[in-house]
């Protein structure tokens, strides 16, 4: 079966240090979406791409946060520099064009 | 601005007897409206979905209930089962300028009990 796969599972830095997520989503998927979410809350969408072109990025720290999809695949997510607030939840999901959407794994990041 | 939330943060339920898990939602434009369910340490994993133009939809062992004129979504579960227990997300979309834009509400805790 089909899944979006994400990497790494756990990232542990230190603050003012830059992090990546990585996430490679279905094969045939247009859409892809990075999330975060704080423990105990529901995911909060940081950026959609549409193939490879940012259609919602309003949510996104742009000060420390950036994104990218060059190819319209697999798709990276960077902060830089990391601060205490970020430790979250990095969820990526991706969708066919319809409505459901799929998730991958998460990357759980703490900053110390 | 416009939001999703839940009226319970967490529900303790019976092996075997039904859940419901509210959520109310404020934007009356929403096209359609997902249920989630999150296992602890995993991504959200898709249960049912309602369009608005509905009021009602099941799968199995699952229906959703969607009352547009209080602005209220429910999910009911039939004969819950230990591996029910998770936290569930209901999510609101709006299609708009070609794409979707999703709204998380807060999430319910379900815990059931052997």
């Known amino acids: 079966e089909a899944e979006v796969a994400q990497s790494p599972r756990y990232k542990i830095t230190e603050k003012s240090q830059a992090v990546a997520f990585w996430c490679d989503p279905i094969?045939?998927?247009?859409?892809l979406y990075w999330y975060r979410q704080i423990l105990g809350q529901g995911p909060e969408l940081l950026v959609q791409?549409?193939?490879?072109?940012?259609?919602?990025d309003s949510q996104l720290p742009k000060d420390r946060f950036s994104a990218e999809r060059l190819k319209g695949v697999d798709s990276t997510l960077k902060i830089q520099p990391a601060e205490l607030g970020d430790s979250a939840m990095y969820l990526c999901?991706?969708?066919?064009?319809?409505?459901?959407?799929?998730f991958g794994p998460g990357t759980r990041l703490t900053v110390l | 601005g416009e939001s999703v939330g839940l009226h319970l943060p967490t529900l303790s339920v019976q092996e075997g007897d039904n859940s419901i898990i509210n959520c109310a939602y404020s934007?009356?434009?929403?096209?359609?409206f997902i249920w989630y369910k999150q296992e602890s340490g995993k991504g959200p994993q898709f249960i049912i979905d309602?369009?608005?133009?509905?009021d009602k939809r099941q799968g199995q062992r699952v229906t959703v209930l969607l009352n547009k004129t209080v602005k209220h979504l429910s999910l009911q579960i039939a004969a819950t089962q230990p591996g029910d227990s998770a936290v569930y997300f209901c999510?609101?979309?709006?299609?708009?300028?070609?794409?979707?834009?999703?709204?998380f509400g807060t999430g319910t805790k379900l815990q059931v009990i052997p």
């Open positions: 999901a991706s969708s066919l064009g319809g409505d459901e959407q799929f």
């Open positions: 094969s045939g998927h247009a859409t």
């Open positions: 791409f549409q193939d490879e072109s940012v259609v919602d």
């Open positions: 934007n009356s434009a929403s096209d359609y």
């Open positions: 309602i369009r608005s133009n509905m």
């Open positions: 999510a609101e979309i709006l299609r708009s300028g070609g794409y979707q834009k999703v709204t």
